[in-house]
C-alpha cells in the first residue's frame, strides 16, 4: 500500500510537498487545476517498469501505453528543461524486509520503503536519472539508505550504514542508473555485498504493476457483450471489461465479504448488493444470451414491479459506476486504484452510497484474509465527503484510514491543502469556496425575494 507521494516540478505542480496516503484518499479541487496530473505520474512510472527497455529513464508514453504524456518539456514544470523532475514515492512492504551484510553479518529489517527519483533532461531533451535513492524504515525511523547516481564517469554508489565493498579486481566505476529505479545487473556485481540491491528494484515494480486506473468517462453500455473466458487484469481504464471481469470472478468462484465477519456472497452477488444499495436498481445479473454462447446481456430492474431491461436501456449513471464497483473489489490484494470521478452520472442520493462501497473495498475480506486495498479518489462530490465524515463520527471508519486533499490553482501552479478531519467527523480547516460560495448564495437568493416583493408591493398600490 503506497503511504507517501511528493512532486517537484512536474505539470501543474513545482511542489506539491509530502503527501499522506491513506486507505481510502480522497482529493477534492477545481477544474484544470492539477490533481488528475498526480495520478498520471503513476501511470507512467507503472509503464516504464513494465517497458523491457532498460535504458529509457520515464517511458512517457504512445497511442498503446496507458498514458501519454508528450514530450519531457511537456512533462516539466513551466516546460522549463534545465528543471528536474523528481518525485518520492514511500509504500509499506506486505512483510518485513531483512537485508543481510554477507561481510559483517549485520542484519537491517524495515517494514517500509521509500524511492525518491531526479530525472533531468539530456542534450536531445529525454528524460535521464540522474539520482535514485532507497530508504528501508521502520516506524522509528530510517534502517538503511541507499543512493545511486549519474556522473561524468558513470555512475556513484553509496549506501549507509552498510558499506559496500568491491569485488576483487572489479573497482570501476558503477554504471549510472537503469530506468528511474533500477541499479545495472554490471554495478552490482562489481560489489561482494549489493546483492540486496535488486530486491529494492523488484519490491518496486511490484508495488507500481499493483497500480490500476479508472478514467472519469467510461465506455457506453452495449446490448451484448463477447467474452470467451478469459481472466481480464483490470476493468480498463474506461471499463470496457467490466462484465468479463465480473463473469471471471464469479467463473472462479470469488467470495468476499463487505467486512470482519459479514456475510460472504459470490463476486456477482456482491457487486448486485452494492448496486441495489447504490439506489440505482432493484436487481442485476448476467447471463449468456443462449445456452453454450459467447455472448452475454446484462439484464436490470429497475424497481421491483419493473420489467426486466437490458443495460442499454436504463439510466446513462449505472453503466458509469458500474465499472467503479467492478474494479474497487476486484483487482488482486494490496492494490492501489486510481479512479476520477466514479459518482459522474449518480444522483445524490448514490453519490452518498457511493462513499459506504468504497469504505467496503478498503476493511473487505476475501479468503478470510483483508484484501488490503487501497483507493484514491478524484471527485468533485459534496455528497461522497459528507458521508465520509458521517461514518467517521459513527466510528465507522478511523480519521487515520483517510486522507482528504483540496487542489487549487494558485500563483502560476497547483497547490495541495490536507484537510483534517476530527473524530466527530468534523474538518477544522474549510478552504475558502470550498464547494461554491454557499453562504454567498443565499444571502443573495434572500435578497433577492426581498426586492422582488418590495417591488411586487409597490406595484399593487
Not at 508514453?61 to 528543471?83: K, M, Q, S, V, W
Request: proline content about 5%.
Amino acid at each position: 500500500m503506497l503511504t507517501s507521494l511528493r512532486v517537484q516540478n512536474f505539470k501543474a505542480w513545482q511542489d506539491s510537498g509530502t503527501m499522506r496516503l491513506a486507505p481510502l484518499t480522497v482529493i477534492f479541487g477545481t477544474n484544470s487545476s492539477g490533481k488528475s496530473s498526480l495520478g498520471h505520474l503513476l501511470l507512467a512510472l507503472k509503464q516504464t517498469v513494465q517497458m523491457a527497455d532498460r535504458k529509457r529513464a520515464l517511458h512517457l508514453g504512445d497511442e498503446n501505453a496507458l498514458i501519454d504524456l508528450g514530450t519531457f518539456a511537456d512533462c516539466l514544470y513551466t516546460h522549463d528543461t534545465a528543471r528536474a523532475l523528481e518525485f518520492s514515492l514511500g509504500w509499506k512492504l506486505p512483510s518485513a524486509m531483512t537485508v543481510s551484510d554477507t561481510l559483517s553479518r549485520a542484519k537491517y529489517v524495515g517494514d517500509t520503503l521509500a524511492l525518491t527519483a531526479k530525472l533531468t533532461a539530456d542534450k536531445a531533451g529525454q528524460p535521464q536519472t540522474a539520482e535514485i535513492s532507497y530508504t528501508l524504515a521502520t516506524s522509528t525511523g530510517p534502517v538503511l539508505q541507499v543512493t545511486h547516481g549519474r556522473n561524468a564517469s558513470g555512475g556513484t554508489l553509496d549506501s549507509k550504514p552498510l558499506r559496500l565493498v568491491h569485488a576483487q579486481g572489479r573497482k570501476w566505476p558503477a554504471e549510472p542508473p537503469e530506468k528511474f529505479y533500477r541499479f545495472a545487473d554490471r554495478t552490482l556485481s562489481r560489489y561482494q555485498n549489493a546483492d540486496f540491491l535488486a530486491e529494492f528494484a523488484l519490491e518496486t515494480e511490484r508495488v507500481l504493476d499493483g497500480v490500476f486506473y479508472l478514467g472519469p468517462l467510461r465506455s457506453p453500455p452495449k446490448r451484448v457483450y463477447q467474452w470467451s473466458g478469459d481472466t481480464p487484469r483490470d476493468v480498463g481504464q474506461q471499463g470496457e471489461y467490466a462484465i468479463a471481469a465480473l463473469l471471471a470472478a464469479a467463473q472462479s468462484r470469488r467470495e468476499l465479504n463487505r467486512a470482519y465477519k459479514q456475510r460472504k456472497q459470490s463476486f456477482d452477488a456482491f457487486i448486485a448488493a452494492w448496486l441495489v444499495d447504490l439506489g440505482v436498481i432493484n436487481s442485476f445479473k448476467v447471463k449468456p444470451v443462449a445456452k453454450d454462447r459467447k455472448e452475454y446481456e446484462v439484464l436490470i430492474k429497475t424497481h421491483a414491479d419493473a420489467p426486466e431491461v437490458k443495460l442499454t436501456d436504463v439510466g446513462f449513471g449505472l453503466s458509469q459506476v458500474l465499472p467503479a464497483m467492478v474494479q474497487a473489489f476486484y483487482a488482486p490484494a494490496g492494490s492501489t486504484i486510481w479512479m476520477e470521478q466514479p459518482e459522474i452520472h449518480l444522483h445524490p442520493m448514490a453519490q452518498s452510497n457511493l462513499a459506504d462501497a468504497f469504505i467496503s473495498a478498503v476493511q473487505s475480506y476475501e479468503g478470510g484474509k483483508p484484501r488490503d486495498t487501497q483507493l484514491i479518489i478524484e471527485t468533485h462530490s459534496e455528497h461522497f465527503l459528507t458521508r465520509l465524515q458521517r461514518r467517521v463520527a459513527e466510528g465507522g471508519i478511523r480519521p487515520d484510514e483517510i486522507a482528504v486533499y483540496f487542489v487549487k490553482h494558485q500563483h502560476g501552479g497547483a497547490r495541495l491543502e490536507s484537510l483534517q478531519i476530527d473524530l466527530a467527523g468534523e474538518i477544522s480547516n474549510w478552504p475558502d469556496n470550498f464547494f461554491g460560495d454557499e453562504m454567498g448564495d443565499i444571502a443573495a437568493r434572500t435578497l433577492a425575494a426581498i426586492r422582488h416583493r418590495a417591488q411586487t408591493g409597490k406595484g399593487g398600490k
